[in-house]
């Protein structure tokens, strides 16, 4: 089983860039497919993007479209997000998932779980 781990969350202004990682170890990553999603306080966690196990299929929430992309490199077992002109709601915890399918927006269909990593936009 894969063992995802979130990195790169950190404090950020409005309209910065952060790109976040997520290390999946203890498994065969590139049967994977992958995703991120996000909770805010007080709120249910949140679909942000699923990329298929080749990287060819993706997929995004509405609410992040054209700002963030997602992105694999399956020889360092590792996935991406990028994420451009970032907003005050966007603030949130991160999580990275691993999936036997493409789940998109399924958080059930994602049985590996990373811990999260904070990121917080002021405004």
């Known amino acids: 089983q894969v063992q995802p781990v979130e990195s790169g969350g950190r404090l950020v202004q409005a309209g910065d860039s952060l790109r976040l990682s997520c290390a999946a170890s203890g498994g065969t990553f590139n049967v994977y497919h992958m995703g991120w999603f996000r909770q805010s306080q007080g709120k249910e966690r949140e679909y942000v993007a699923a990329i298929s196990v080749s990287g060819d299929e993706k997929d995004y929430a509405d609410s992040v479209k054209g700002r963030f992309t997602i992105s694999r490199d399956n020889a360092k077992n590792m996935v991406f997000l990028q994420m451009n002109s970032l907003k005050p709601e966007d603030t949130a915890v991160y999580y990275c998932?691993?999936?036997?399918?493409?789940?998109?927006?399924?958080?059930?269909?994602?049985?590996?779980w990373g811990q999260g990593t904070q990121v917080t936009v002021s405004s």
């Open positions: 998932a691993a999936s036997p399918s493409f789940a998109t927006s399924f958080a059930s269909l994602y049985g590996y």
